[in-house]
Every structure is written in structure tokens, then in C-alpha cells.
């Protein structure tokens, strides 16, 4: 597979670790935080953490939008999926995290919701056509690469005044999550590894804050082995430099500005909003979207009258200081015993590229237990 | 948020759709957002929609740079 | 035998299944005489019985049962009938038993066109008769419309095991070695791709087939084969944990050994899928001690079955009972124990 073989070359990644082993300076200690779940991810799913020097310590940042959505939302989507006129539509992540007392979409289907899993937005205008008697709500998640699709399906709806269709935004934001981190008041991470595919849509430039506000380098990554280590060592040289730059590993995806036709259809279909809870983060202002006064006919929350639900976590759970970096999962009192992916206590196990689910799924065996 | 994947355009289609391949597999997608592709273009599909055209000749820069690490100095960019 | 006239003969084509199919009067016969007899035909099924009697050679008997509610009920490479007849006679299989007879029940819904169902059951006397395994007895049910998703069927087989041969999940030891019998993920990536609402087109086709013969020979080649299994749903990974469960260990596995076809590998990359864990319907694994590893890898390559049979990994020891990868990229990662099938992902 063209651009995608190349990148996972075993002879240059050797090479590359080899390089990174060099670059390293023994008495530093590099904490980089990998933004994005996808990366995460990619980590632990090609065993690369252990290929890294021990002083490079990965911390696993909130960029998982399905492990940031707050109970609440889930609630009201499962509670949408369960109107006797209502198709809700979505993304299969979405379907098996469990929201207020163990409740799943799938389990709402069990009970004659009616849940379709759809691969892409155009697939739910679809089941709108198809369906002209029923309601469909798309239920939208996700980070600025899945917005954009959402505001592509809003305005044809719009155009083609498409009555029976409406979208539940949770859309959320990268650089406002950033800032919020780094606002924090402990803050231990010396750099930021970029979200490939966000910065696609926001472009290198929408980094520029962390380096000039917070003294913090940002290297945009792709997703495979060759680009995140790459953007790794990138970040590592930086910080041995004492830089801090905004640089792109990932530029044959990536554009200083990325992609303004995306962009402009965002700005006209949605607007900010002005703050949104985070699961494990908790508000965060300017961090999420919501469907614009022009297009509000087809606002799932304005259709179907959404009532706010707020929804606490497990006090034991650590996933707040997980993730900040302050914490790893192993850290959690439940990791790994009352919270697991089959029964996740808090964001950070929710999806297979949470922190915790991560490390679960992909990475326990490397805890050594005296056999 | 970040499943995408390089796939080559190998039909233009009307409205705004294209056909894409990645690996022998085909799938239609919507090119919307990427005005002015043509066939033979690599673009980066995320939930059926590409979102970026990949830039082969930076693609060709990044890997090169890979190859040539055994050659650099450390501390060198 | 006399044989039963009917007034008009079943309209395969254009006619549909009814509730008198399912009755057990006269409209029932005919669908069994015109279709599955038609079909499947041999001298036990003749006979007409509600049962079908016969000789048991010596040895242990295997006997194993399957029920098939796939949908879609065709797609590339198969369809529930051929997958139904391999499934039972792999499971057979498995237990190192020769398999000898099948039964097969169906459960059709109301309106069903005869034309599938007689496509359905064309396909599984085609199988069946290339496999050497007859249908000797079945049964016949039609439920109302809106129930069954068409059709439904279970398949039920018996083997008979040679003196000698002890194949079970909990032998596994340490240091023996993992066999593949080839490529991954066809099959699920074949049922996926005809989801209407995943719309992507490939020509991968599901690797259903009877694998009975490739492992007569694999027997021959070494008696001491600690366990088999076909890698059905849930994938080679759902076989492995199981056994580190069954046998109390562990196993490792080199990503870099297990073949993954470059269609099987795009579709699993669109999807967000890990072919690992993706359901095969020809595919088995096997547990074979070290020093007989190489007899055993070389009968299967020269079985048209097992050409890409590969060594993928052993068994450790493990009190965790942990399943872990050596990754393409020189890290490991575990092979966790999902507890429900992989959904696609956009994350």
C-alpha cells in the first residue's frame, strides 16, 4: 500500500531508534505528550514504547474524542435512540461505551431503539432518504478531522431542506484542549507530538500558541512507526537545543494553513461554544462546537429539546491526572481490577486509544510479576 | 479521531465523488472538501471524505531524510 | 419404493416457502423429495426415515453441532450452506476424527423464494459430495415472516477418532510451536464488504472449506499434535487465548510470520480492524511439539489447503496466561482476549 508500506520500513525504523538512542543526552529526562488517541494508539499497537530510550517517557494526551464525551451526552443520545420516530445514527466507537447505569447504544438497540452503525455521514443522509416517515439523528463526535464531514452532510441538508434529518454536535477542539493543559498549574510536559490528521484540517500554524505562549515545541506526526518516531526524535532535538518550534514531520499531509475550503465550512456551520464539560478534564472553555443560528432547524438538541445531564465519575478514578501526565494508568487504584475496558470506570479505559485501554489491550504483559 | 489512510483516486464520479483504492480495495468517497483532484491523486480518507491531497513530492523528502540518517551527525537536522 | 405423485411440481423458480412446507403433510414431502433429496441424495437418505441408521466403526466417536444464521446468505467464495457443511465436518475435524455423516435442519421463513433455497441447498450437496461427508438426515421448520432472517440452519456431525490420537485445548507445554495453515481474515472481510452501509468493494473471497483431509495428513505426519482448532470467529486470536486459558500458559506469536492478504490488509486498515481477530472459515491452528514441527509444516505445504502454512510461534510459560506479539517494528504488544466482536472504528 503505497504511502503506507514505505513508512513501516523495519530497516529504517531500526535505524531511526538507533538515532534516537544516540540523540538522547543520559542525565535529561523528555516528557512528551502524544496529543492525539490515534497516536496512542499507534504506540502501543506497534510496540514501540519499548523500543524508545527510558528516558523519553510518553505521557497519552485527551486527543480520543470518544473518551472525552461526558456520560451526560451519551444519556441524552441514548435517550434520542429510544423515540419510537427516531433512526440514531453513529460511528461504531460509539457503540459499546457504557453511559449512565451501564447503558450502551447497543443495549438501547437490545431494547428496540433503533441504532444504525454508519461509516461515514453521507451513509446516515442515506438512511434519512430512505426513511422519509422517520427522524434521523446523526450523532457526531469527534475532533477537527470529523467535523468537517459533519458540516459537509449539514449543508446539503440545509440546501436540500432535508426535514427529517438533525445532527447531536460534540464536536470538540485541539488547540483550546492544548491550552488547557497547559494552563494547568503543574504542568510536566516539556513538548507536544501534533495530531497528524487534525492538523490536515487546522494546518502547522494553529500550533503556534504553545511555542510562543508556553515556551513548548509541537512536532505534527503522522500515524505510522517511521513518522512517530520521527516526530519524537524531532521534539527530542528541540528540547536538547533548548527550541521550541512548531515543526511538521507530516508534510506530505500537511499544510501551514490546511485545508481553507474545511475550514470556511466549519466557521459557517457551526460556532464555539463557550465552554464544554471533559470527561476527566472538566470545563474547558472555547473547546467545542455547536451547530450555528443558521443551520439551528437541524440541531438534534433544539429539535428534540436535550436536557443537560451532568454525570460524575468514580471517585477513584485518576483519569484527570492521567490525563495531564501527572498520573500513568498504572497508578489507578482500579486499573485493571474494577475498571477495565469490558467495565470502564472512567474516560481514560472508554476506547481502545484511551490511555488505560491502551496500556490494558496492548500493553499489560510488560508489567514483569514474579512468576 | 485519526483513522485515516493514504488511498489513490482512480475514478472522478458526479457529485462530488470519487473511487478510490487502497491496497486492491475500492471505496466510494466524497471529495467535497478537495476542489480540483484529478485520477492518479493520493488523498487521505477519513469517514469517507478526503480531507488532504498527500504531496508525493514531500512524501519522497521525508523518506529520503530516513535514508540518510545513517549518514548524520548527531544533533544535525 | 413407490414414489409419491404430486399434482404440479414445485415451482423452484418463481415459487416461495410457505407454513404447509413446515406442516409435515403432503406440501412438506414434496419440498423434501423435489429439493433436499434431490440434492443430497444417498442410499441412508432414501430410506425416507425420520432417523438414518448405521454401522459405527470402532474407535471414539466425535460428534459436533453448528447452528448458521449468517447474513448475508450469499457472498464471495460461499454461502450459508457451503459454510454450514464445512463448519461441522472442520469441527469434526478438529478432534483428529474422520468425519462420517451429517444432519441438517432448517428453519425457513415464510416467503423465502425457492429459488435460493434450492441455490442453498445445491451448494451444500456440492460440498458435501466433493467433502465425502453425506447428509443422511435432516429436518425441516418454516416459521412466520419476519422471523428466521430468511433462513436458518444447523448442522450436526459424527467422526470417529483413530486409536491413538488425543488432540485437546489443554496440552499445550511450553516450547512447543504454533502452525498457522495460512492467510487471515478473508472470510470476515468478505461478509464485511457486503454490508450495504460499509460499501467497499473488494475481491476477497471467503475462504470457506472442509479441512478434514489437510488434517489426515498433518496426523500422518506426526501422532503427537497437541491441539487443533479452527480459527472461526474471533479469529486466531479468540484460539489462542482460549487455549492459554485451557492449558494454563502462554504463547508468542511473530507478526512477522502470519500471512495477511494485501486486500484482507487494506480492507482491515479502512475499517480500523486488526486482521487478528477477524473470522476465518479455513483456517486451523495447531499446536505441534518442536522436533516435529518441520514433518508436520511440510505435509501441510503439500496439501492445497495449508500452501502458506507458517510457523508463527510457541507456547511459554506464563501464569498471567498472557497471548503477546513480536510486532513488525521489533516491540511486542499483547493479543488481548476481546470480550465481544471488533467493531470499525473512526478513532
Known amino acids: ?371 | 479521531m485519526c483513522l485515516a489512510i493514504p488511498a489513490k483516486i482512480i475514478e472522478l464520479q458526479e457529485q462530488d465523488s470519487a473511487v478510490v483504492d487502497i491496497g486492491g480495495v475500492t471505496k466510494r468517497i466524497n471529495i467535497s472538501l478537495l476542489p480540483g483532484l484529478v485520477e492518479g491523486d493520493y488523498v487521505i480518507v477519513h469517514v469517507g471524505y478526503a480531507l488532504s491531497k498527500v504531496d508525493e513530492a514531500e512524501a519522497e523528502k521525508t523518506l529520503a531524510l530516513f535514508v540518510e540518517m545513517d549518514d548524520l551527525a548527531t544533533g544535525g537536522v | ?347
Not at chain 1, 157 to 164: A, F, P, S, T
Not at chain 1, 203 to 209: E, I, K, N, V
Not at chain 1, 323 to 330: A, D, F, M, S, V
Not at chain 3, 237 to 245: I, K
Open chain 1, 1 to 371: 500500500m503505497k504511502y503506507i508500506d514505505d513508512f513501516r520500513d523495519r530497516d529504517l525504523i531500526d535505524k531511526l531508534i538507533q538515532s534516537i538512542h544516540r540523540d538522547v543526552q543520559t542525565d535529561k529526562q523528555y516528557r512528551l505528550m502524544e496529543f492525539c488517541g490515534g497516536h496512542t494508539h499507534s504506540l502501543y499497537r506497534y510496540g514501540l514504547l519499548e523500543l524508545l530510550p527510558d528516558n523519553i517517557k510518553m505521557i497519552h494526551g485527551p486527543g480520543c474524542p470518544v473518551c472525552v464525551l461526558p456520560r451526560g451526552r451519551l444519556d441524552n443520545a441514548i435517550v434520542l435512540a429510544e423515540h419510537p420516530d427516531v433512526i440514531l445514527c453513529s460511528y461504531g466507537d460509539m457503540l459499546r461505551v457504557p453511559a449512565s447505569g451501564k447503558k450502551t447504544l447497543l443495549k438501547a438497540r437490545a431494547e428496540g431503539g433503533d441504532v444504525r452503525m454508519v461509516y461515514s455521514t453521507t451513509d446516515a443522509l442515506q438512511v434519512a432518504r430512505d426513511n422519509p416517515d422517520k427522524q434521523v439523528v446523526f450523532f457526531a463526535v469527534g475532533f477537527e478531522t470529523t467535523t468537517p464531514p459533519t458540516a459537509s452532510v449539514l449543508k446539503i441538508v440545509e440546501q436540500q431542506e432535508i426535514k427529517n434529518f438533525s445532527v447531536f454536535c460534540n464536536h470538540v477542539l485541539t488547540p483550546p484542549a492544548m491550552r488547557g493543559i497547559l494552563a494547568q498549574d503543574d504542568v510536566t510536559i516539556d513538548g507536544f507530538v501534533g495530531p497528524g490528521h487534525v492538523s490536515t484540517v487546522i494546518g502547522r500554524d494553529a500550533y503556534g500558541f504553545a511555542a510562543r505562549d508556553y515556551g513548548k515545541p509541537v512536532v505534527v506526526s503522522g500515524f505510522e512507526p517511521l513518522d512517530l518516531l520521527r516526530g519524537i526524535q524531532l521534539l527530542v532535538r528541540q528540547l536538547n537545543e533548548g527550541r521550541s518550534e512548531v515543526e511538521n514531520e507530516y508534510s506530505r499531509a500537511v499544510t501551514d494553513t490546511g485545508n481553507t475550503v474545511a475550514q470556511q465550512l466549519m466557521d459557517e456551520v457551526f460556532s464555539l461554544r463557550e465552554q464544554f464539560e471533559w470527561r476527566g478534564l472538566g470545563m474547558i472553555p472555547g473547546s467545542a462546537l455547536q451547530i450555528s443560528d443558521a443551520y439551528a432547524d437541524y440541531d438534534a438538541e433544539k429539535r428534540f429539546n436535550t436536557p443537560p445531564v451532568s454525570s460524575s465519575d468514580h471517585n477513584a478514578c485518576e483519569c484527570a491526572a492521567i490525563l495531564c501526565g501527572r498520573k500513568r494508568p498504572e497508578d489507578c487504584k482500579v486499573f485493571g481490577t474494577a475498571c477495565t475496558p469490558e467495565n470502564p470506570l472512567g474516560s481514560c479505559m472508554v476506547s481502545s486509544e484511551g490511555a488505560c485501554a491502551a496500556y490494558y489491550t496492548y500493553g499489560r504483559h510488560q508489567k514483569r510479576i514474579a512468576s
Open chain 3, 1 to 347: 419404493m413407490s414414489k409419491v405423485t404430486y399434482l404440479r411440481k414445485l415451482d423452484v423458480k418463481c415459487g416461495t416457502i410457505e407454513m404447509s412446507h413446515g406442516g409435515g403433510g403432503r406440501a412438506m414431502s414434496q419440498l423434501v423429495e423435489e429439493l433436499f433429496m434431490k440434492y443430497f441424495d444417498n442410499e441412508l437418505l432414501r430410506q425416507q426415515n425420520d432417523q438414518a441408521s448405521f454401522a459405527v466403526p470402532a474407535g471414539r466417536m466425535v460428534m459436533a453441532t453448528d447452528a448458521h444464521v449468517i447474513s448475508p446468505l450469499f457472498f464471495p467464495g460461499g454461502d450459508i450452506g457451503s459454510l454450514s457443511i464445512h463448519g461441522t465436518i472442520n469441527d469434526v475435524a478438529m478432534a483428529g476424527a474422520k468425519p462420517l455423516y451429517l444432519a441438517a435442519a432448517f428453519v425457513i421463513e415464510e416467503g423465502f423464494p425457492l429459488s435460493d433455497l434450492e441455490r442453498v441447498v445445491a451448494s451444500m450437496a456440492k460440498v458435501s459430495k466433493t467433502a465425502g461427508v453425506p447428509v443422511v438426515t435432516g429436518d425441516t421448520k418454516v416459521v412466520e415472516r419476519g422471523n428466521a432472517d430468511g433462513l436458518y440452519i444447523t448442522t450436526t456431525g459424527v467422526g470417529v477418532v483413530p486409536e491413538g490420537i488425543q488432540l485437546s485445548g489443554d496440552l499445550a507445554k511450553a516450547g512447543d510451536h504454533v502452525i498457522l495453515s495460512g492467510a487471515i481474515g478473508n472470510h470476515g472481510m468478505a461478509i464485511l464488504s457486503q454490508r450495504q452501509n460499509l460499501s467497499f468493494s473488494t475481491s476477497i473471497e471467503s475462504d470457506s472449506a472442509a479441512l478434514h483431509t489437510l488434517v489426515e495428513e498433518m496426523l500422518k505426519a506426526s501422532s503427537n499434535i497437541r491441539c487443533l482448532r479452527d480459527a472461526t470467529r474471533g479469529g486466531l486470536a479468540a484460539v489462542l487465548n482460549e487455549w492459554a486459558q485451557q492449558s494454563e500458559v502462554g504463547f508468542t506469536i511473530d507478526e512477522q510470520q502470519i500471512p495477511v492478504h494485501e486486500q484482507v490488509a487494506g480492507a482491515c486498515e479502512l475499517l480500523g480492524l486488526d486482521p487478528l481477530y477477524v473470522a476465518n472459515e479455513g483456517k486451523l491452528v495447531a499446536v505441534v511439539p518442536a522436533d516435529e514441527s518441520a514433518a508436520v509444516l511440510n505435509a501441510m505445504h503439500n496439501h492445497p489447503l495449508g500452501q502458506e502454512a507458517a510457523i508463527i510461534g510457541e507456547v511459554v510459560n506464563d501464569a498471567r496466561r498472557f497471548v503477546s506479539m513480536q510486532t513488525r517494528y521489533g516491540g511486542t504488544r499483547m493479543v488481548d482476549w476481546l470480550t465481544a466482536e471488533q467493531l470499525p472504528r473512526i478513532c
